[in-house]
């Protein structure tokens, strides 16, 4: 079965720094998807930023981005120009390519200071 | 576009009395999802389906609990009876369909069991 790690449970930053989450799952399989979700006090999970295994370039959207390590297992996440609005419990989860279910890691909660 | 919607955003029951949460997901999208996040973990799926089918309920407590999805669209939860243990945030999800679409979250129920 495919495990989630995340060894931070929280982190902190100053406004408008650099953060970076980190992860690491375990699995077998070589073809899989690897997700970063932001959490909210409102609860609403949103999704931050996706990578498809098989892809070796590292996704970006705007301020976020990720560092795909495949043959470590890592996927970290990159958070620049911190803004207030950034603070949340953020998860890392992975999908199996043939399969939906998405396994979720315990999270780190991320709190940004003004 | 309408957001996956979830109704009640709160209750308390007493345990071993019964609940039911509701959901509906963004129109048109084939797979739903109920995950229950207990509070410090990341949430675990409960169960998945495709339209009207259960894809996955391995984790579903079938002794008390029980999920339907009439005609493909909203869904329902069921807890019956419910424990302390089962005192946690109940996500719904959806995805256009089994060819690795991103997930959706709704608001999600926060449960208390007394």
């Known amino acids: 079965a495919q495990t989630v790690t995340q060894s931070q449970p929280e982190m902190s930053v100053q406004e408008a720094e650099t953060v970076t989450l980190s992860c690491t799952y375990d699995?077998?399989?070589?073809?899989?998807?690897l997700f970063w979700y932001k959490q909210p006090p409102s609860r609403q999970m949103i999704l931050v930023i996706r990578?498809?295994?098989?892809?070796?370039q590292n996704a970006t959207e705007n301020r976020f981005s990720v560092n795909f390590q495949k043959a470590a297992k890592s996927f970290s996440l990159k958070i620049s120009d911190s803004q207030l609005g950034d603070a949340a419990m953020y998860f890392c989860?992975?999908?199996?390519?043939?399969?939906?279910?998405?396994?979720f890691g315990t999270g780190t909660r991320l709190t940004i200071i003004p | 576009e309408a957001g996956v919607a979830q109704s009640p955003r709160y209750k308390i029951i007493e345990k071993r009395q019964s609940v039911a949460f509701w959901c509906n997901p963004i129109?048109?999208?084939?797979?739903l999802y109920w995950y229950q996040q207990i509070l410090g973990q990341g949430p675990k799926l409960l169960i998945q389906?495709?339209?009207?089918?259960?894809?996955?309920d391995s984790q579903l407590p079938k002794d008390r609990f029980s999920a339907e999805r009439l005609k493909g669209v909203d869904s329902t939860l069921k807890i019956q009876p419910a424990k302390l243990e089962d005192s946690a945030v109940y996500l719904c999800?959806?995805?256009?369909?089994?060819?690795?679409?991103?997930?959706?979250f709704g608001p999600g129920t926060r449960l208390l069991v007394l």
């Open positions: 999800a959806s995805s256009l369909g089994p060819w690795g679409e991103t997930q959706y």
């Open positions: 699995t077998s399989e070589s073809d899989y998807y």
């Open positions: 990578q498809e295994a098989y892809k070796q």
């Open positions: 989860a992975y999908r199996s390519k043939g399969n939906e279910k998405l396994t």
């Open positions: 129109s048109g999208h084939a797979t």
């Open positions: 389906f495709q339209n009207n089918g259960v894809v996955d």
